[in-house]
């Protein structure tokens, strides 16, 4: 069985795969970013667009943002995976079976991601574009302890051009996302580019799993701390209500609300498994003490379909070239993330985005350049002593009820 799938941006020329900044852009408009190429016009078509959830809104505007190139066919897998069937087996302990629906999401996959608003709170009452997107992608599993399992995100783009040419692969490392049985304390996202660290209660942390996930850059995005439910069909966990940051598909298109309150659910399946968000749209007060306002309420729906045969190579490459540097990149991150209670985070250095200054370097290592002896910790050290300053005490209550309403 095969699909063909849309992305959100037309492919360079297959030359770029020569110019490692131009790929990995690439792949980041496409896939991340969301701000698609126009395309030609195309006849409305007699019937009403269909809207889910709201029937009898004018649907003109409405079509979703992104799907503007066509990616090669994909095969998806028929049989359960053989993760499926660890996580399944008998006689496993709780949190042993908790781990094994973790190591589930690894592997390879074909992704859609799907956001709409569902609740507008204030006028017009009438739902943003909704926005549209997806990847192929390999997930791997870069720590796994009996407490702690470290999974990444690597995509590999393949796009047909309109004359039937492929172009690519283009490859890019993506999100990141750790977890941790009974964690003493979890970094939570609090507004205005600041993270804080929050203590555990001892109820809050047994039995419980925190997810903590990464930028592409690997600097911090949200935690959240919840538990694993397992039926028969399925195994799902679902975390309590955490701030993030506004994705990158949000913060090029939008600038009326500053971050998200987001209740997170992933559930695996025989054949792969999905990200459930259900998402507040908040906008902080300008003063301490004022109150949040809450623009919308959003669902997103990221489905993960596993699929067979298609070619993985170019990010196994690109993981062991660039595997050391994002070593040394995670371990400055911990280090700065458990010495300090509070923190701020640029998403600059010197007018340079901090992922593009990390890309570039990654793209060196990936070309064959051998790093002299210490270079690639000097260089890290001085990136997060850029971007990195300590956060200043919370401005009132608000803020914090932005993050835990």
Not at 43 to 53: D, N, T
Not at 224 to 236: D, N, T, Y
Not at 258 to 264: E, G, K, Q, R, S
């Amino acid at each position: 069985m095969s699909s063909r799938q849309r992305a959100d941006r037309t492919p360079p020329t297959a030359g770029a795969r020569r110019r490692p900044r131009a790929a990995w852009a690439v792949v980041l408009a496409a896939t991340v970013l969301g701000c698609g190429a126009p395309r030609a016009p195309v006849a409305e078509p007699r019937a009403p667009r269909y809207v889910f959830a709201w029937p009898f809104v004018e649907t003109e505007g409405l079509a979703p943002r992104g799907g503007t190139t066509q990616g090669a066919p994909v095969t998806l897998a028929i049989d359960p995976a053989d993760a499926w069937r660890t996580l399944r087996a008998d006689g496993l302990a709780p949190a042993a079976r908790d781990r094994a629906a973790i190591l589930a999401m690894a592997g390879d996959y074909r992704t859609s991601f799907d956001f709409l608003e569902t609740v507008v709170f204030e006028p017009p009452y009438r739902p943003a574009q909704p926005y549209r997107s997806w990847a192929t992608e390999r997930v791997y599993v870069v720590e796994d302890r009996d407490d702690f399992v470290s999974l990444q995100h690597v995509l590999v783009m393949v796009f047909v051009d309109e004359d039937g040419r492929r172009q690519g692969p283009f490859v890019q490392k993506h999100w990141r996302q750790d977890w941790r049985y009974e964690p003493r304390s979890v970094v939570e996202y609090v507004g205005r580019r600041q993270w804080r660290r929050r203590d555990l209660a001892p109820d809050e942390r047994r039995g419980a799993w925190s997810q903590s996930v990464y930028q592409v850059d690997d600097s911090p995005r949200y935690a959240s701390v919840g538990r694993w439910r397992h039926e028969r069909s399925f195994s799902a966990w679902t975390g309590d209500p955490t701030g993030r940051p506004l994705p990158r598909r949000e913060h090029t298109a939008r600038k009326d609300y500053d971050l998200l309150t987001a209740v997170n659910r992933h559930t695996i399946l025989p054949h792969g498994w999905v990200h459930e968000e259900d998402n507040l749209k908040r906008v902080l007060p300008d003063a301490a003490g004022g109150a949040v306002r809450t623009k919308a309420r959003e669902i997103g729906v990221n489905r993960y379909d596993r699929i067979r045969g298609f070619d993985f190579s170019a990010a196994d490459a690109y993981w062991r070239a660039t595997g050391p540097l994002w070593a040394v990149v995670r371990r400055a991150w911990a280090e700065r993330l458990a010495g300090t209670a509070a923190l701020r985070v640029a998403t600059a250095c010197a007018g340079t985005p901090s992922f593009v200054l990390l890309f570039e370097h990654a793209a060196r290592l990936e070309g064959g350049e051998a790093p002299a002896s210490g270079t690639m910790e000097a260089f890290v050290d001085d990136l997060l002593d850029c971007i990195v300053t300590p956060a200043p005490p919370p401005r009132g209550r608000g803020a914090r009820r932005s993050a835990r309403p």
